[in-house]
């Protein structure tokens, strides 16, 4: 048992005086470290963690991780640990499974490691980072040519029930390499109250490309205590730095399902009595969400990094819920999937205005995609707009009372979704592939309209 | 920090970032503490006889109930002196760089250490002699702090009388003393720092209307939306429409002397980003880097909330220094809601009543407070400085009407409201040329008549009813489609498509787009207005609009932004004469059939 070592200096108390859903009070309690750990022993022996929320004098609130069900006030005994929660991190851990608080899941031994970290880490200085730069080809035109993903960015899907952002979280981790590069991205796979059939879904998809003992699950399914899901993160998290900072990997780290973690919060929250903001969440579900996505990137004296892949459900397909409104201000960008596109046989379904890579900018180009990427994606994105407002306007007066050049977006647009946004769930596209197609679609369009290329790029790719 | 420290209290209950102590004697009102074994930096934010409420500015996890409160006898306050410029500190200045290189790559907890570095020398030229007469805000001395801002050594504002001593020229550590005044308080030694109390705002002798732009270089915020120099205006937008990429571009060409930008809780690889990106960048005004007029603050959203809280107050005291040596000065809040969000969380730990969506009822009195922070003063020195600020807003769900948004427009002067659908199609800088507004049109008009532009506010004018416009036409080219619109009033929509992308829209990538001049703006404009008077009359005389798209003058103005270099401005004028040319003939051969 982790923080065992450490336990012996630990004070145990017996007896506990209020239980309000996982929530625990023990009065008489002395000089409690705020946010550090806690071991519950129930009358029947059953021994559950939990963490310190509130300190004062002479009482303690606990939250504990695997709910108190079956815990009574007298018979009870909670014991101190003296240091917040921390977790062994080590190589070996990749290729394993483990729960929400870092105990295998799996039938091998605990991992053992001279390192135990803290699980809520530190906060990365400014200073010390280093400004991802480098191209991740993910094989996918939509994100590839349009939102570009950035080694050491974090990049959400936002989702919404029923479309299929496993599936193309799956084809991200498979097909992902760096350009010229023969690297390969240890995965640690975080789930969050999704459903056994999810974290079987990306198992088996690991396994049948091979990777499976490059990647570290840490699994906290819909049946396990929601309690213990605001730890999972942080937990695997914890791993991801090890991996990426000390040891020097690429890590991808894919969160599932975000919305979950949030609920889980809001949970707890309300049993705290703080004060809610929007929806019910807390007035720091900002600063927390911050505190799991900013633990990506890359830092000064290692060559590892951190990609992030949060995969949140935006309810009621609502992208201005607090969810994914308060993670698009902390990500770097975001990929949006729309139902309409789904309905309409297009895989993968991604809404190419909504979404955003902030760190496309500093990684595409020449020596890193190629010159004409910036200028293409922008042109790209400038007709897409155009198509949306020509679409809006045909469903009033009628597709065939469009002007020629109209019509002729029209066609642009069709093309864009069947040639461009739709590939195979196998499709592994170049960067000059998808490029080319970019050109393509755009010399369907009169030369005239594209005011953002230069005249050079037009001589070289233009085909219209 | 101060080695005096004496224990003023025990703590009695931690929750998150706010602590409570007891037995609490000798402590003031927002005096600065350290908390615990640790020594985490607090504030006190409460007193209530013997209780005392703490806002700890770094993590708390693993204190404990019984431990120690330290007083310092001072609220909490900045260091002020040469060294600032260049460095990046957190919300209460701490030099992250040197924790960096004194620790590792993360912020560890109870580090403390000086805001301006004790060793360094520094080349002092006084400026006063022994036997002068003296007061608060005098300029004393100066020092080269970088190659471009003269750092001057002020007399701390409340202390006057004769000076008794100045040293020689010389170098000179912070800490060294460079001039004694003698006063009815006896004898006061003056280093080359200050310190100075964060929440308190610095003296003046009278503040002034702003009345000069501030050059952007933005053309849709110097031509459009202005900003005087002393103005303040609200950026807002929901995320992903451009706020932080604005607020980059402005710091990087606005043409301020010094630059105060204040990440608060926002993302930690743009601070990064601006770290690198800062000191490779080359100031059009002065050819020196841009790093050497800039001082950051960086908070991000991962570091403790409450220091976050402070950041914004820590920020705008640089800021009001360097106005009082006789500089304009721009600060940059990045984001003013995430410093909301702040005092929101920990109004609720203090358990204090709600009101808008769980924001204190002082948020608007906050909001008020920091805003008029900024101005256009004679400092106490008798020098004319002024203070910008330009305070990012990211509302909830993108929607302008939450508190943030709202209490900010009651106390800015202008607004720049960014526009999701203009982002949507990476139309940047994605300001809204219906939402957006200026109070500063009005004022700035002498400054543009006085810089040789006296057609400014006409252009202006012609080309927002021109925007107004279109807006109206395309409520019914939406219902009907353009067609069916008269080419008197589809030349309208022409002249706005043409104004919208080559001056509206503006490359920050680009070097020969990412500033612009005030001249070749005026130029622009002029161009883009005089085209549309002229291909209106043109079509008034019978020629048609395709006629008009057909000329060559019309798809290179649609290509200016990519043609017309900023050192070649005269290119515009020669543009103009061949647009005249172009529509004449059109109108000629009109005539003829």
Redesign the interface.
């Known amino acids: 048992m982790r923080n065992d070592n450490r336990g012996q200096s630990g004070r145990e108390y017996l007896g506990i005086d209020e239980v309000v859903g996982p929530l625990v009070f023990i009065r008489g309690a002395e000089a409690v470290g705020y946010n550090e750990l806690a071991e519950i022993t129930g009358a029947d022996g059953s021994r559950r963690l939990g963490v310190i929320l509130e300190s004062a004098d002479g009482v303690a609130v606990m939250q504990v991780f695997e709910g108190t069900m079956g815990l009574s006030i007298p018979g009870t005994r909670v014991r101190f640990f003296g240091t917040p929660l921390e977790i062994p991190v080590s190589r070996e851990m990749l290729g394993r499974v483990f729960d929400g608080l870092g105990r295998p899941r799996d039938d091998g031994p605990e991992p053992i490691s001279e390192l135990q970290l803290n699980v809520n880490g530190l906060p990365i200085n400014p200073t010390a980072r280093t400004y991802p730069r480098k191209f991740i080809q993910t094989g996918i035109s939509a994100i590839d040519g349009m939102n570009t993903l950035i080694r050491g960015q974090k990049l959400p899907i936002f989702s919404g029930s029923g479309l299929p952002h496993n599936r193309i979280a799956a084809q991200i981790a498979r097909q992902a390499k760096i350009l010229g590069e023969d690297m390969q991205f240890a995965v640690v796979f975080v789930a969050m109250g999704v459903k056994y059939d999810v974290a079987r879904f990306f198992i088996d998809s690991f396994e049948q490309s091979g990777v499976l003992e490059n990647v570290a699950l840490f699994l906290n399914l819909a049946d396990d205590p929601p309690v213990a899901r605001l730890t999972t993160p942080r937990v695997a998290l914890t791993l991801a730095e090890h991996l990426a900072f000390t040891l020097g990997m690429h890590v991808l780290v894919i969160l599932t399902d975000m919305t979950n973690y949030c609920e889980s919060l809001r949970q707890v929250a309300t049993v705290r009595g703080d004060i809610p903001s929007r929806k019910g969440y807390p007035g720091y579900l900002y600063s927390d969400l911050a505190s799991i996505y900013e633990r990506a990137g890359m830092i000064h004296g290692s060559e590892g990094s951190i990609t992030q892949m949060p995969i949140l459900t935006m309810p009621n397909d609502d992208i201005t819920h607090p969810v994914p409104d308060l993670t698009g201000y902390i990500t770097e960008g975001q990929t949006v999937l729309e139902r309409d596109l789904l309905h309409r046989g297009i895989y993968p379904p991604i809404a190419v205005l909504p979404s955003l890579s902030r760190l496309m900018k500093d990684g595409i180009g020449p020596g890193m995609t190629r010159e004409d990427h910036a200028h293409l994606a922008s042109q790209l994105f400038e007709a897409c707009a155009y198509v949306r407002d020509i679409r809006a306007l045909a469903s009033v007066i009628g597709e065939e009372e469009l002007s020629p050049l109209d019509t002729t977006y029209m066609k642009f647009g069709r093309e864009f979704e069947e040639k461009f946004l739709k590939q195979g769930e196998y499709e592994n596209r170049s960067i000059e592939q998808t490029l080319d197609i970019g050109w393509s679609m755009l010399s369907l369009l009169p030369r005239d309209e594209l005011h953002r290329m230069t005249e050079e790029e037009l001589k070289k790719h233009y085909r219209g | 920090m101060n080695k005096n420290i004496n224990i003023i209290g025990r703590i009695?209950?931690?929750?998150?970032p706010l602590v409570?102590a007891?037995g609490v004697k000798d402590a003031q009102m927002l005096e600065l503490v350290e908390v615990g074994d640790d020594r985490l930096v607090g504030e006190i934010v409460r007193l209530e006889q013997e209780k005392a409420s703490i806002q700890v500015y770094e993590?708390?996890?693993?204190?404990?109930?019984?431990?120690n409160v330290y007083g310092s006898g001072m609220p909490l306050s900045v260091e002020l002196g040469p060294g600032l410029l260049g460095t990046?500190y957190d919300g209460i200045q701490r030099p992250?760089?040197l924790?960096?290189d004194r620790s590792?790559?993360?912020?560890?907890r109870g580090i403390h250490l000086p805001a301006l570095d004790r060793d360094k020398m520094w080349r002092v030229t006084p400026c006063a002699r022994k036997g002068d007469s003296i007061e608060g805000g005098r300029i004393i001395a100066t020092v080269p702090e970088t190659q471009t801002v003269e750092h001057r050594i002020m007399v701390p504002p409340g202390i006057s009388g004769t000076l008794s001593m100045v040293v020689p020229e010389g170098e000179y550590r912070v800490e060294d003393t460079i001039a004694v005044v003698r006063g009815e308080r006896g004898d006061q030694e003056i280093n080359l720092y200050q310190r100075w109390p964060v929440r308190k705002l610095r003296p003046y002798k009278s503040k002034a209307y702003p009345s000069a732009l501030l050059v952007t270089g933005l053309r849709v915020l110097d031509v459009l939306f202005p900003i005087a120099r002393g103005g303040s205006v609200a950026l807002p937008g929901?995320?992903?429409t451009g706020k932080t990429m604005l607020q980059h571009a402005l710091a990087k060409w606005c043409d301020a002397h010094v630059i105060v930008f204040i990440?608060c809780?926002e993302?930690?690889?743009e601070?990064?980003?601006v770290?690198?990106e800062f000191p490779k960048l080359i100031d059009p005004r002065t050819g020196k880097p841009l790093m050497q007029r800039t001082i950051m603050i960086?908070n991000?959203?991962?570091?403790?909330?409450a220091a976050r809280e402070a950041s914004i107050y820590t920020g705008i005291t640089l800021a009001e220094y360097y106005r009082d040596m006789g500089y304009t000065v721009a600060v940059m809040a990045d984001s003013t809601s995430?410093w909301a969000?702040a005092l929101?969380?920990l109004s609720?730990r203090m358990e204090e009543l709600?009101a808008d969506?769980?924001?204190p009822s002082y948020l608007p009195s906050r909001l008020a407070e920091f805003y008029e922070r900024a101005g256009s003063v004679t400092a106490l020195s008798g020098r004319e400085g002024s203070v910008s600020v330009i305070g990012s807003v990211?509302p909830?769900?993108?929607?302008f009407s939450e508190p943030v948004t709202q209490h900010s427009k009651r106390f800015v002067r202008a607004f720049w409201a960014l526009d999701r659908?203009l982002a949507?199609?990476?139309?940047y800088p994605a300001v809204s040329w219906l939402d957006s507004y200026s109070e500063y049109v009005d004022d700035l008009g002498g400054w543009w008549v006085a810089q040789g532009f006296p057609d400014w506010k006409e252009l202006r004018g012609q080309i927002m009813d021109l925007l107004q416009q279109e807006n109206r036409l395309q409520e019914v080219?939406?219902?009907?489609?353009?067609?069916v619109l008269p080419d008197s009033q589809r030349i309208v929509l022409e002249t706005c498509g043409i104004f919208k992308?080559s001056f509206l829209q503006q490359d920050t990538?680009n070097p020969m787009d990412m500033f612009c001049p005030i001249e070749k703006q005026i130029k622009m404009l002029r161009l883009i207005v005089l085209f549309h008077r002229l291909a209106s009359r043109a079509i008034n005389r019978g020629a048609t609009l395709v006629a008009v798209r057909g000329t060559k003058i019309y798809?290179e103005l649609?290509?200016i932004r990519?043609t017309v270099k900023n050192e070649e401005p005269e290119k515009l004028d020669q543009m103009a004469d061949e647009l005249k040319r172009s529509m004449d003939e059109l109108e000629a051969r009109c005539e003829k059939r």
């Open positions: 009695s209950r931690i929750v998150g409570q007891t993590d708390t996890t693993g204190i404990r109930p019984g431990e990046i992250l760089e924790i960096r590792n790559q993360y912020i560890q929901g995320f992903g990440g809780g993302r930690g690889n601070m990064t980003d770290l690198t960086a991000t959203s991962n570091m403790p909330v995430r969000e929101r969380e609720g709600p969506e769980g924001f990211s909830a769900g993108g929607d659908q949507n199609a990476r139309h080219v939406k219902l009907v489609g353009p067609d992308n990538l798809s649609m290509r990519q």
